[in-house]
C-alpha cells in the first residue's frame, strides 16, 4: 500500500480554494463508527481487507458485532442477505471491484431480489487507487450496481458528504451501494459556509446538488470528478463560458428533474465520473435525456479500456479524466448545441 | 408494469394474504410432532401432491422435490422445527432454507400442509400471478425464507441468520438443504468454513445425496465430490450419514444433532432421486432431473406410492416400512453402490 | 423443464408470413457440433447443463474436447481462460444468468483483460424461459457483457442468425459472448428468398441488418424482439407509418453507422430488446444518440424489476415485450419529434 | 487514450520487447538446475531485490513475495521447470501461474534474473507506463502466464493449461502457487475438486503457507483452514508438507510430485511471512501484508540478509544453513507453533 495522495491538482486548490480532505474511505469508516454506537442493528461483514475499507473502525469499537469472512466474497454478501432477512441492518463491504464483480449473483439474489436491507460498501474504486493497477480498479462496478432492480447507487465526492450519505443510507430502510475511494479527496462542502454550502451539508437520496449556475452547459459529475467539474467550471468561466455543476451523488434513483431542468436550461451536457464511460452516470444521464429532451452530451470517463499500475495522478491523465478534459469537451459540445 | 393478470390465481393468492395480513391470530410457538405412523402418511401424502402439482403444471422438479420429502417432512412435522404458520415472521422461529431452490414443490408442499397457507394454491404453481413459484421467493410466499433457485447460496444466508441468533441471544436454530450437485459450487465450501470459524452450532445442514445432477450422476459428473463425509469432517464440521428415507434415521440424526456444542452439523442424508418411483428411474437424465412426469406416468408413480402405503393398514404402531422391492425406504446405500458399479468411472480422459 | 414454446403470436406469424423455426440455442448447438467437425481447436466447458445449452450435440460427437466442469460457473470460465492461453479456441456455457453473474470476475480478469480467444454463450436468457422464474432468467446480462473492454456481444434474432453468428464467432479471434434463447423463435432469415434475405444469411459482427425502410422512426431490436419489430412495422404501416427496422444483432461494437444514420434520417427512435431497459442494447443507442445526433427515444425493455414464473407469452405480455407495447412506443416518439 | 508517458520507462520497455520482437533467438528448451549453493545465492540475491524494489517503488508486498521466493528459485533453477526464456510462447514449455498475484515483484525477480527481461527494469516496478505492474498481467510482460490480482482464480486456470495439455499429448507441467488466505476463496475448492475428476496430475499446486493473510494471522481470520492437509487429501489430491524456506526439502517435493500419477499435487509449503526479516516481525498487520519497507527498514532488512548470507564463505558444498536465530531456513512449523500460541483463538464469537 502506499500512502495516499490527493488526486486533487494544486491548481484546483488554489483556483478555488477547496482544502485538501481525508479519502471518502476514512469518511465513511468513522461515520460508521458514529452511527454503531446508537444504531444497535448495524452489523459488519468484512472480507479481510477491513483496514482498506475502514470498517476497522467499527470493528474495534463493537468487535461483537464485527464479522470477518476472509476472503470470500461471496459468501460475505450472502451472509449478510441473511442478517438482514434476521433483522440486522448488515454493512457488506470489501474493495468494490470484488463485492461487486465476484458477488453479483449473491446481491442480485440476495439483496436486490428480496429488497434486503443490506448496505454494500466497496472502496477503491477508481483508478485513483493508482500502483496497485487495473486487477484492484473498479471501473465497472457502477454499471453492475445501477443494473440492479430495487438499487440505490450513491458515489459521494467529499468526506463531509460522505458522512451525510452513509447517515442517509441507514435513515433509507433498502438495498445500498455506496462507494468510496482511497486517495484524499478535496474538500467540497466545508462546515464553515465557503462553496456556497451551510451548516449542514445538504445530502438528500435522490437529489443532485447544484454546485454552480451556468446557461452554456451542466456538468454532471460523481465522486473525485465533482471537484474537476468545478475546476473546470472555474477555467470555463475564465473563458466566458457559464457552466451549470451538478453533484450527482446518487446515480439511482437518478435526479430526472435536474436533468431534465439542465438539457432544457443549458441544452448542452457533459458528464463525468471516475468509471468506464459505458454503464455508469453518463448512460443514466443520456438514457433520461433521451426520454425526456435530447440534447448533446459528451462524455468523460474511461474509454473502454482496463487501466495499468502507476501514480494517481498520472493515471487520471493518461485515461483523459482530469479538469481540462472536462473543459474540452464542453467546449466540443458547446459547439454542437441546436 | 404488470398489465394483465390471471383472475383465478390471483383471487386465490388474495385468499392466502388476507389470512397473514390481518396479524390478528398470532399464537404461541408450535413444534408439531406427529406420531410415526402419521409422519409416514404425510410424506406419502406430500410425495403424491408433488407428483400431481408437476404434472399439472407440466414442469418442475419433482424428482428433487421427492428425494428430500421424507427430510422436510421430518423436520417440520416431527418434532424437529418450531414455527408458527399464523405468524411466519415470528423471530424465535426456527429458520428452513431450500438451498437447492429447484425442489420447490417439495417445500411449497411442506409449507401448505403446516397451514402457511392454502394448499389449493398449490394447483397454481409456476403459473403467471401466483407467488407458487418455479423456485422459491421470500415475501412472496409465508414461509419462505430466502430466495433461491441460483445454486450455492443457501447455506451461507443460513449463516447469517444463525450469526443473527447468536447477536440476539435467541436460541432459534437454522436448518438448510443443500444438493449433491449443489455441492460443485465454491461457495458451500466458503460457508462450510465461515461456519466452523465460527463455531455455529445452531446451524444444520443436510446434504440431499440423491447422487444425481442435472446431466448425469454425480459418479460422472463429479466424482471426486466422494469422499464427502472426509470433506466435511476436515472442514471442521460433526457429520452423521443417514438412509434419508428412512425416517427414524432422520428424527434420530435431526434430533441428535441438536445437542452438539461449537460445530456446525452437517447430515449426509442417501436419497433416491425420485424416491425410487419407477417413472424416474428410466435411464434419462430428463427424468432424473428436471422434468415432471406425463399424465400416464405420473398415474404410474402415484399408483406405486399407493402400494407403499402399507402403514395405515398393516402397521398402526408406526415402524419401518416393510422391506418391498419398490419401498422408498430401503437402504439408499444399496442403490448408491449400484450406480458406482454401472456409471462410468471417468469422462473426458482422454 | 416444459416444452419450449415459441414466444410468436400467432398474429405475427400470419402477419408476415414467418414461419416458427427452433430455438437459438438448438441453432447454436448444431452449428457448434458442424464446426468442432473441421476446427479441431474448438473445445467446449459447461457447467452441468449441456442439456440446456445444447453443448450436448459436440459433447456426443467429440467426448475429449467436452469438459463438464459440474455447478461452478467461476471455476468453469477460469478453465477456459487458461485453455485459450494454451491455444485451445475454448466455448464457455452455461444459463446466461449464470455464467455472467457468478462468474463476472472470472470473465473480466481471465477473459477481457486479456482479450483471450474465449466464447462465452450463455442460453436461457429474458423472461420468456418462462415457468423456470426470475432466479434463471438473464435480464442483466447485456449490461454485464458490455461493460467488459475488449469484448463483442452478439443476441441473434432467430435459428439461421444464429447459426450464421455462431459461425463469425470463431471466425473473429477474441472475446465474444453470444446470447441464446430457449423458446421456439420465428424465422426471419430464411434461405428461400423471402423476407428480403437471399440465400446467404447476412450476418457481419458490427454491422446491423435493415430489415424493412422507413423514415417516421426506426425500431432497434436485437433477439426475439426483432420479429416483434416487424409485426409492429407492419400495424404501423397499416395506420400510415412506415417504420425503418434494424436488426442490431451485434450489441458490442455498436453500428454506429446505422444509427446515426437513423437519427438523422427518421428522427426518433424505439430500441426493443428481452433485457432490463439499463444496460443493454437501449443504453448503447442513447450513447451514440447523445455523442452523434440527439433524438427523442423510447425504450422497449424490461422496465427495473425482476419477472415471475410463468407462461412466455403471459410473461412478455405482463412486462411489456410486445409488439403492440414497440407501435405504443413509436407513436409516443413520434410525437415527441422536433 | 493514453496521452501522457514517462520517456524513460519506456524506453526500458522498448528494450525488453525488441528483445523478443524479433523470435530469431530461438534455441532449445532449457532446464536450468543450478548447484545448491547457487541456489541459497540465488534466493538470497532476489530478496535484497524484492526489498530493493518495493521500497523503491513505495508500495508493493514484498512479505508476500519473500515467503515464497525459495519456492520460487528452486521452480525456475533447481532442475525443476524447463521452459525458454528466448521463446516465452514455446509451447512446451512448463507453465507457472501466480495466483496470489499480489506477490508479483518475487515473480518478477525471478523471471528478470531467468532472462526474460533486462533486470534494469524492476526499477520501473509500478510506475506509469511500466509492464512491471502491481499484480501480473500477461502480454504486457513476458514471462507472465495469467493476470491475476483477483485472488482465488489461478488455479483453476492452471487446470485450463493441464487439460489442455493433454489434449495436445503434450508433458509439460503446471506449477501454480496459492495463498493460505487466498484458500477461503470457494474456487480455490471448485478447481480442486475439478483437477481431481479429471486426474490432472500434470497439476501441481504449492500452497505458500505463511500464517498470515491482509487483516491478521489465518489463526485469528480463518482458523478453521486447519487441517489444511486433510482438506486436500479429501478433495483427491496428493499431498506433501514442507518447510518452504529449507531448499532442499522444496526441491525433493518438487521432483518426486513428477512421479506421482493420476492425481493433482499439493504441496503444503510452510513460510515466514517475509521471511523472517525482523521489519516485518513488527506487531502491524501493514508490515506483515502489503506494505514496502521504508528505506530505514530496507536496510536493516538486507543487513539482516547479509548475515545470513554464510553459505558462500563457510558452505561451499552448498548444503543446509546453519541454524542461527535469524535464518530462514528454521522450521516454519516452530512459527507456525508459536502463532498459534499467541494468536488469539477465536473473535466474534459473543
Ligand atoms: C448457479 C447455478 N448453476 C446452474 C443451475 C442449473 N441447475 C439447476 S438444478 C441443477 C442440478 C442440481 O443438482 P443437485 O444439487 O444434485 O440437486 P438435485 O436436483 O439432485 O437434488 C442445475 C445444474 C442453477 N440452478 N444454479
Ligand atoms: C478476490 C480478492 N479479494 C481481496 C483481495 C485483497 N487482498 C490482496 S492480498 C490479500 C491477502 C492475501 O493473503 P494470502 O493469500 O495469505 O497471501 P500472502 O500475502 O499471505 O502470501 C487480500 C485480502 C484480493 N486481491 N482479491
Ligand atoms: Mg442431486
Ligand atoms: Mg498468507
Known amino acids: 500500500m502506499t500512502t495516499a495522495k490527493s488526486t486533487q491538482t494544486k491548481s484546483t486548490e488554489q483556483a478555488l480554494g477547496l482544502k485538501e480532505g481525508p479519502a471518502t474511505r476514512d469518511a465513511f469508516g468513522e461515520a460508521l463508527r458514529e452511527l454503531g454506537r446508537t444504531n444497535a442493528k448495524i452489523v459488519v461483514v468484512d472480507g479481510d481487507v477491513s483496514n482498506s475499507t475502514r470498517t476497522e473502525y467499527f470493528a474495534k469499537d463493537f468487535p461483537e458485532r464485527f464479522f470477518n469472512m476472509g476472503i470470500a466474497e461471496s459468501n460475505l454478501v450472502s451472509v449478510a442477505s441473511g442478517l438482514a432477512a434476521a433483522g440486522k441492518t448488515p454493512v457488506a463491504a470489501s474493495f468494490a471491484v470484488f463485492l461487486l464483480c465476484n458477488a453479483y449473483d449473491q446481491i442480485r439474489m440476495g439483496v436486490a431480489f428480496p429488497k434486503l436491507d443490506v448496505k ?18 473498479a471501473i465497472e462496478d457502477l454499471a453492475l450496481a445501477t443494473s440492479f432492480p430495487n438499487f440505490t447507487v450513491i458515489v459521494p465526492a467529499d468526506a463531509p458528504s460522505t458522512k451525510a450519505a452513509t447517515r442517509a443510507m441507514f435513515e433509507y430502510e433498502g438495498p445500498v451501494y455506496l462507494r468510496t475511494g482511497r486517495p484524499k479527496t478535496a474538500i467540497i462542502y466545508a462546515n464553515d459556509g465557503t462553496n456556497g454550502s451551510t451548516e449542514e451539508i445538504p445530502f438528500e437520496i435522490g437529489k443532485a446538488n447544484q454546485l454552480r449556475e451556468g446557461n452554456a452547459v451542466t456538468i454532471i459529475a460523481c465522486g473525485i470528478m465533482v471537484a474537476m467539474a468545478l475546476e473546470a467550471a472555474h477555467t470555463l468561466s475564465q473563458n466566458g463560458i457559464e457552466a451549470r455543476v451538478l453533484d450527482m451523488h446518487t446515480i439511482k434513483p437518478l ?20 468509471h468506464l464511460i459505458t454503464g455508469g452516470l453518463g448512460d443514466a444521464v443520456a438514457r433520461l435525456v433521451a426520454m425526456r429532451q435530447p440534447v448533446p452530451i459528451q462524455f468523460v470517463g474511461v474509454n473502454d479500456t482496463y487501466a495499468e499500475s502507476g501514480e494517481a495522478q498520472a493515471l487520471l491523465k493518461k485515461y483523459g479524466l482530469t479538469a481540462s478534459n472536462i473543459v474540452d469537451a464542453a467546449k466540443q459540445v458547446i459547439a454542437r448545441k441546436s | 408494469m404488470p398489465q394483465s393478470s390471471n383472475e383465478q390465481v390471483v383471487e386465490k393468492v388474495a385468499a392466502v394474504l388476507n389470512k397473514h395480513a390481518s396479524g390478528a391470530n398470532k399464537s404461541e410457538a408450535m413444534v408439531p410432532n406427529r406420531d410415526f405412523t402419521a409422519l409416514q402418511e404425510t410424506a406419502w401424502r406430500l410425495s403424491r401432491e408433488i407428483i400431481e402439482m408437476t404434472t399439472k403444471a407440466g414442469s418442475g422438479h419433482p424428482s428433487s422435490s421427492l428425494s428430500m420429502i421424507d427430510i422436510l417432512t421430518a423436520l417440520y412435522f416431527g418434532g424437529v422445527m418450531r414455527y408458527n404458520p399464523q405468524e411466519p415472521h415470528w423471530e424465535e422461529r426456527d429458520r428452513f432454507i431450500l438451498s437447492k431452490g429447484h425442489g420447490a414443490p417439495g417445500l411449497y408442499a411442506v409449507l401448505a400442509e403446516a397451514g402457511y397457507f392454502n394448499p ?30 441460483s445454486l450455492g447460496q443457501g447455506l451461507s444466508i443460513g449463516l447469517g441468520h444463525a450469526l443473527a441468533a447468536r447477536l440476539d441471544k435467541r436460541d432459534y436454530r437454522v436448518y438448510v438443504i443443500i444438493g449433491d450437485g449443489e455441492s460443485d459450487e465454491g461457495q458451500i465450501w466458503e460457508a462450510a468454513m465461515a461456519a466452523a470459524k465460527y463455531q455455529a452450532d445452531n446451524l444444520t445442514c443436510i446434504l440431499d445425496l440423491n447422487q444425481f445432477q442435472q446431466t448425469g450422476s454425480v459418479n460422472k459428473v463429479m466424482p471426486s465430490l466422494e469422499p464427502v463425509v472426509d470433506k466435511w469432517e476436515a472442514f471442521g464440521w460433526h457429520v452423521r450419514e443417514i438412509d434419508g428415507h428412512d425416517m427414524e434415521a432422520v428424527l434420530e440424526a435431526l434430533r441428535a444433532v441438536k445437542t452438539v456444542t461449537q460445530q456446525p452439523q452437517m447430515i449426509v442424508a442417501h436419497t433416491l432421486k425420485g424416491r425410487g418411483l419407477s417413472p424416474f428411474e428410466k435411464n434419462d437424465v430428463n427424468r432424473k432431473h428436471g ?34 422391492e419398490r419401498s422408498a425406504n430401503r437402504l439408499a446405500k444399496e442403490i448408491v453402490t449400484r450406480q458406482g458399479e454401472t456409471g462410468k468411472p471417468m469422462e473426458n480422459k482422454s
Open chain 2, 120 to 149: 389449493a394454491l398449490l394447483d397454481t404453481l409456476r403459473q403467471t400471478d401466483s407467488p407458487v413459484e418455479g423456485h422459491p421467493i421470500m415475501n412472496r410466499l409465508p414461509g419462505i425464507e430466502a430466495s433461491t433457485g
Open chain 1, 120 to 137: 454494500l460498501v466497496g472502496s477503491h474504486s477508481g483508478i485513483s487507487i493508482g500502483e496497485d493497477g487495473p486487477s484492484q480498479m
Open chain 2, 291 to 324: 422434468e415432471a412426469l406425463k399424465p400416464e406416468e405420473a398415474e404410474i408413480a402415484l399408483a406405486e406410492l399407493d402400494e407403499q402405503r402399507t402403514w395405515a393398514v398393516y402397521d398402526p404402531a408406526g415402524s419401518r416400512l416393510p422391506n418391498n
Open chain 1, 255 to 274: 435526479d430526472n428533474e435536474a436533468v431534465e431542468r439542465a438539457a432544457r436550461e443549458t441544452g448542452a451536457i457533459v458528464t463525468a465520473e471516475e
